[in-house]
């Protein structure tokens, strides 16, 4: 099975942001247009995207323009986040196009929501968790909150109540280029759902070492937008 690479896209007020310690900010990649960045990710290869609504992460109401992504790419498949929290807000991004959702790490302090989104959305929910070494510890509008979770614990409940696959994002290394932090995916993987990584990825052989360690894909942003990692070299790889 080859190893899943989703483009990231950021999206503020309509347009591609990257996001940093001070916050949002515009990026200047595909003119600015997420639209035409996922169709040129899709025209390279890309089978799969990954669209953040940063308008719910930092302003707590959708503002994704998802329709106009979804015509654009309508045979890939598309994986929301941006920090949905419950079922309801989901069902607002399934129902403009989206194939699956990113279940928020502000979510996890809610077990029974947990469950009821999990239950709900069934195979349509990858569970995110936003780690910082063997804790998780949400971000609220891109700033880590100081409530946090013990990782292991938490991924075990969530594997008995049904958790279907995990997003693990490195949260001190988003956008920092700086490599994955690749020792709590390893540890997710042993709980036995399909995991995906995030977080510092820049290049195919950070890649690598995530496939390595058991990650059946990962979410590439900065590294893809800005061209260091070539989708189609990419690409190529992970289908060899």
Same mark, same amino acid.
């Given at each position: 099975?080859?190893?899943?690479?989703?483009?990231?896209?950021?999206?503020?007020h309509g347009r591609l942001a990257a996001v940093d310690e001070e916050g949002p900010r515009p990026l200047d990649a595909f003119g600015g247009d997420p639209v035409?960045?996922?169709?040129?990710?899709?025209?390279?290869?890309?089978?799969?995207?990954?669209?953040?609504?940063?308008?719910?992460?930092?302003?707590?109401?959708?503002?994704?323009?998802?329709?106009?992504?979804?015509?654009?790419?309508?045979?890939?498949?598309?994986?929301?986040?941006?920090?949905?929290?419950?079922?309801?807000?989901?069902?607002?991004?399934?129902?403009?196009?989206? #194939?699956?959702? /990113? @279940?928020?790490?502000?979510?996890?302090?809610?077990?029974?929501?947990?469950? %009821? !989104? +999990?239950? $709900?959305?069934?195979?349509?929910?990858?569970?995110?968790?936003?780690?910082?070494?063997?804790?998780?510890?949400?971000?609220?509008?891109?700033?880590?909150?100081?409530?946090?979770?013990?990782?292991?614990?938490?991924?075990?409940?969530?594997?008995?109540?049904?958790?279907?696959?995990?997003?693990?994002?490195?949260?001190?290394?988003?956008?920092?280029?700086?490599?994955?932090?690749?020792?709590?995916?390893?540890?997710?993987?042993?709980?036995?759902?399909?995991?995906?990584?995030?977080?510092?990825?820049?290049?195919?052989? #950070?890649?690598? /070492? @995530?496939?390595?360690?058991?990650?059946?894909?990962?979410?590439?942003?900065? %590294? !893809? +937008?800005? $061209?260091?990692?070539?989708?189609?070299?990419?690409?190529?790889?992970?289908?060899?």
């Amino acid at each position: 099975m080859p190893f899943a690479i989703l483009p990231a896209l950021d999206v503020r007020h309509g347009r591609l942001a990257a996001v940093d310690e001070e916050g949002p900010r515009p990026l200047d990649a595909f003119g600015g247009d997420p639209v035409a960045a996922a169709r040129a990710f899709v025209d390279a290869g890309a089978s799969a995207l990954h669209v953040v609504d940063l308008d719910l992460a930092f302003d707590g109401s959708p503002g994704l323009d998802l329709v106009a992504i979804r015509a654009a790419v309508p045979d890939a498949l598309v994986q929301v986040s941006g920090g949905i929290a419950d079922l309801a807000t989901a069902r607002v991004y399934l129902e403009a196009g989206a #194939d699956r959702f /990113v @279940l928020s790490s502000r979510a996890l302090h809610d077990e029974a929501g947990t469950i %009821a !989104a +999990l239950t $709900g959305g069934g195979g349509s929910v990858v569970v995110g968790l936003e780690v910082d070494g063997d804790r998780i510890r949400p971000r609220a509008g891109g700033a880590v909150r100081e409530d946090e979770l013990d990782l292991m614990t938490t991924v075990g409940w969530l594997q008995a109540a049904g958790a279907p696959a995990f997003l693990v994002t490195a949260t001190g290394r988003v956008g920092a280029l700086d490599g994955p932090e690749v020792e709590p995916v390893r540890r997710v993987v042993r709980a036995g759902r399909p995991t995906l990584a995030a977080g510092g990825i820049r290049s195919i052989d #950070d890649l690598r /070492v @995530l496939r390595d360690v058991g990650a059946v894909g990962a979410v590439v942003g900065r %590294a !893809a +937008l800005e $061209g260091r990692i070539v989708m189609r070299d990419a690409l190529a790889w992970a289908e060899a």
